[in-house]
């Protein structure tokens, strides 16, 4: 199973930016859809952004706009620019790969919180 590395999640004010990371190692990564999903206290788990191995890319409608993912192939990683912070943006970020064959999986999570 592939493993995923997280970063940059913290305590930002409304109107803020974070820039989140993820990193894996494996050459199946260029290959991957890779997505951003969120998990808010006492909601389920939703789909933020997603960018395939040839760049295309979807966004959550609460996001678009103010959300970018992009990907680097030759460092293996994956990355959501995140403008405009609003609270209800306040949730644990995962990273998750799914790959062409094999199992899917996901980070640890990171914390994200917009408060003043």
């Known amino acids: 199973q592939v493993q995923l590395v997280e970063s940059g999640g913290g305590l930002v004010q409304p109107g803020g930016s974070l820039r989140l990371s993820c990193t894996t190692s494996g050459s199946i990564f260029s290959l991957s859809l890779m997505n951003w999903y969120r998990q808010a206290p006492g909601k389920q788990r939703e789909l933020v952004a997603s960018?395939?191995?040839?760049?295309?890319?979807n966004y959550a409608d609460s996001v678009k706009g103010r959300f970018t993912i992009s990907r680097d192939n030759a460092k293996n990683a994956v990355y959501l620019q995140m403008n405009s912070l609003k609270p209800e943006d306040t949730a644990v970020y995962y990273c998750?790969?799914?790959?062409?064959?094999?199992?899917?999986?996901w980070g640890q999570g990171t914390q994200v919180t917009v408060s003043s």
């Open positions: 998750n790969i799914n790959p062409p064959l094999g199992p899917t999986s």
């Open positions: 960018i395939t191995g040839g760049g295309n890319i």
